[in-house]
């Protein structure tokens, strides 16, 4: 069975750091390209970022880029998301994803809440 299970989230003040962590099983993780997507209260699904396989060729949103790191761990099956300088609008319910950008994403896990607020 598929499992891709997200950890990290929380509350956290404008500026300030959090880093995601997805654990998979279930699937051979190093022959996959991985992604993180995000919803916010009300809004559909937006993509993040994606590495492929062997961790090359990161990608990212706009709305990220220069704050957002995402990296992996092949022998650990764990993608990464390192997330800094972080705004209000960030606050969402963030997946990690199997697959990569331009993707539907069908395979995710059950989530992580991130709340960014004073």
């Known amino acids: 069975e598929v499992q891709l299970r997200e950890s990290g989230g929380g509350l956290v003040q404008p500026g300030g750091s959090l880093m995601l962590s997805c654990a998979a099983s279930?699937?051979?993780?190093?022959?996959?390209?991985m992604s993180w997507v995000r919803q916010a209260p009300g809004k559909g699904l937006e993509w993040v970022s994606s590495?492929?396989?062997?961790?090359?060729?990161?990608t990212y949103a706009d709305s990220v880029k220069g704050r957002f790191t995402i990296s992996r761990d092949n022998a650990k099956s764990t993608v990464y998301l390192q997330m800094n300088s972080l705004k209000p609008e960030d606050t969402a319910v963030y997946f990690c994803?199997?697959?990569?950008?331009?993707?539907?994403?069908?395979?995710r896990g059950q989530g992580t809440q991130v709340t960014v607020s004073s």
């Open positions: 279930g699937f051979p993780f190093d022959l996959y390209a």
């Open positions: 994803a199997r697959g990569y950008k331009g993707g539907s994403f069908p395979i």
């Open positions: 590495l492929l396989s062997g961790g090359s060729l990161p």
